[in-house]
């Protein structure tokens, strides 16, 4: 079963809001990603997990605060999101990070608009 | 610099015809794993294929094809008998020795009419 839940699928949010994107896999996967996709662009990496350990922040905004509470889920905190931010938001896991490889399965990702 | 380049932005083509993706990546590692995705317009990425950098042999899946050429850097996607469930954009991808974290070309949107 190669499959990365996301939840939620759509988010409406507003600027002073506090949200939460949930991500879930049962592959047995050690590593977890996300990534920010916004409209007719590719996929930009976001932070990388792996054994449930951050290992990669792409100098991402302190806006974004990634979380990894066991090694089947991983989140995405929300606060004080600029309308910018708008964009397909993906998870994906892999086998390791390290073995380079090892190919990511994705999410469907959650569609978050900042109002 | 680690890069991948699709240079086909869009991509129309009439169902059953052939359709081939081309992808030309940039980097200075010996060890090195390309991938093709695709996506639907449900949003997720399906992983197609992987290829390592040592092993330039071509791959056939079903209607797929994959021609990995190390000399030209090149890493094209062929589509035989294109369907209509084929329309999706399709994305190269380069992953390298920082493990993980994939470098996408900028995808081409493929479109197949009825």
């Given at each position: 079963d190669t499959e990365v839940t996301q939840t939620p699928k759509h988010l409406v949010m507003g600027m002073t809001n506090k949200k939460s994107l949930k991500c879930e896999q049962?592959?047995?996967?050690?590593a977890m990603y996300w990534y920010k996709q916004k409209a007719k662009k590719p996929p930009e990496l976001m932070f990388v997990y792996s054994y449930e350990k951050?290992?990669?922040?792409?100098?991402?905004?302190?806006r974004f605060s990634p979380e990894c509470p066991n090694s089947s889920l991983l989140n995405l905190h929300l606060h004080?999101?600029?309308?910018?931010?708008?964009a397909l938001y993906l998870c994906a896991s892999s086998q390791?990070?390290?073995?380079?490889n090892t190919e990511a399965f994705f999410g469907q990702g959650t569609r978050l608009t900042v109002v | 610099a680690q890069k991948v380049t699709q240079a086909q932005t869009e991509i129309s083509v009439v169902e059953k015809e052939d359709v081939t993706l081309d992808c030309v990546y940039e980097t200075r590692d010996t060890t090195y794993y390309l991938f093709w995705y695709k996506q639907p317009p449900s949003g997720e990425l399906v992983f197609l294929i992987r290829r390592n950098s040592f092993d330039e042999q071509n791959e056939i899946s079903g209607r797929y094809s994959w021609n990995f050429q190390k000399s030209t850097s090149s890493f094209n996607f062929t589509i035989t008998a294109?369907?209509?469930?084929?329309s999706a954009v399709y994305f190269c991808a380069l992953s390298y020795n920082?493990?993980?974290k994939l470098i996408f070309g900028q995808g081409t949107e493929l479109s197949v009419k009825p």
């Amino acid at each position: 079963d190669t499959e990365v839940t996301q939840t939620p699928k759509h988010l409406v949010m507003g600027m002073t809001n506090k949200k939460s994107l949930k991500c879930e896999q049962h592959m047995g996967h050690r590593a977890m990603y996300w990534y920010k996709q916004k409209a007719k662009k590719p996929p930009e990496l976001m932070f990388v997990y792996s054994y449930e350990k951050l290992s990669i922040n792409e100098s991402v905004p302190s806006r974004f605060s990634p979380e990894c509470p066991n090694s089947s889920l991983l989140n995405l905190h929300l606060h004080a999101l600029q309308p910018e931010d708008s964009a397909l938001y993906l998870c994906a896991s892999s086998q390791e990070r390290g073995q380079v490889n090892t190919e990511a399965f994705f999410g469907q990702g959650t569609r978050l608009t900042v109002v | 610099a680690q890069k991948v380049t699709q240079a086909q932005t869009e991509i129309s083509v009439v169902e059953k015809e052939d359709v081939t993706l081309d992808c030309v990546y940039e980097t200075r590692d010996t060890t090195y794993y390309l991938f093709w995705y695709k996506q639907p317009p449900s949003g997720e990425l399906v992983f197609l294929i992987r290829r390592n950098s040592f092993d330039e042999q071509n791959e056939i899946s079903g209607r797929y094809s994959w021609n990995f050429q190390k000399s030209t850097s090149s890493f094209n996607f062929t589509i035989t008998a294109s369907q209509v469930v084929d329309s999706a954009v399709y994305f190269c991808a380069l992953s390298y020795n920082q493990g993980g974290k994939l470098i996408f070309g900028q995808g081409t949107e493929l479109s197949v009419k009825p």
